[in-house]
Nanobody, 121 residues
Framework: QVQLVESGGGLVQAGGSLRLSCAAS????????MAWFRQAPGKEREFVAT????????DYAASVKGRFTISRDYAKNTVLLQMNSLKPEDTAVYYC??????????????WGQGTQVTVSS
């Protein structure tokens, strides 16, 4: 079993930055690919970014590439999402997930409870 707890969400003006953190615990958590997804009101959950357990491979949605950076802190069992140049369309609940590498939500077996990110114009 893997437990994931997100933090770092909040309200920010367009053009600003936020850093989300996902603390992971549980058996073999360090062997999982980690990812961030987001879900805006009335929309389906969408892929944001993912990173392999070794950190050697990453993938980003086109809408965030060049603005967001995913990374892992192995000492703290944490995955981070640095979000820069935020736009109002980035407003959503952001979820951390653990599973297999890819963009489909079905690849991920474990999910956090989500953290709200609101970007004002």
């Amino acid at each position: 079993q893997v437990q994931l707890v997100e933090s770092g969400g909040g309200l920010v003006q367009a053009g600003g930055s936020l850093r989300l953190s996902c603390a992971a615990s549980g058996r073999t958590v360090s062997r999982n690919t980690m990812a961030w997804f987001r879900q805006a009101p009335g929309k389906e959950r969408e892929f944001v970014a993912t990173i392999t357990w070794s950190g050697g491979s990453t993938d980003y949605a086109a809408s965030v590439k060049g603005r967001f950076t995913i990374s892992r802190d192995y000492a703290k069992n944490t995955v981070l999402l640095q979000m820069n140049s935020l736009k109002p369309e980035d407003t959503a609940v952001y979820y951390c997930a653990a599973g297999r590498f890819g963009r489909l939500p079905s690849l991920y077996d474990y999910w956090g409870q989500g953290t709200q990110v609101t970007v004002s114009s």
